[in-house]
């Protein structure tokens, strides 16, 4: 029973900075999938796969598994670096790169 501790990046649909800025403790599944021959669905007899942790630092995820025994590893994230750029910009006079239509 291995938790994972880590800061989820945003998805792919996402603009702004809303729920990624949260830490989440998830275990590590412990038994692989299965597929149910008759239907052809995935399962899982691992029911901690469910549990979904969200905390507001490292910290505090941390004294919860150590508080409840559970094994961790941290996922150290790199900073995401910010570029600040408006839509006016894809139509100055001195851009660089081939305009295209």
């Known amino acids: ?3 994972r501790i880590y800061k989820p990046a945003k998805t792919a649909m996402q603009s702004g900075q809303a729920r990624s800025q949260e830490w989440v403790l998830e275990f590590e599944p412990e038994d692989p999938r299965a597929i149910d021959p008759l239907m ?3 399962s899982s007899t691992d029911m901690r796969g469910q549990v979904r942790i ?3 630092s490292p910290e505090a995820a941390i004294a919860y598994a150590e508080r409840n025994g559970i094994a961790y590893t941290v996922a150290e994230t790199t900073p995401r670096k910010h570029l600040k750029k408006s839509y006016a910009e894809n139509f100055k006079y ?8």
């Open 40 to 42: 052809g669905w995935t």
């Open 1 to 3: 029973m291995v938790a």
């Open 54 to 56: 969200a905390f507001e």
């Open 94 to 101: 001195g851009r660089i790169g081939s305009w295209t239509h």
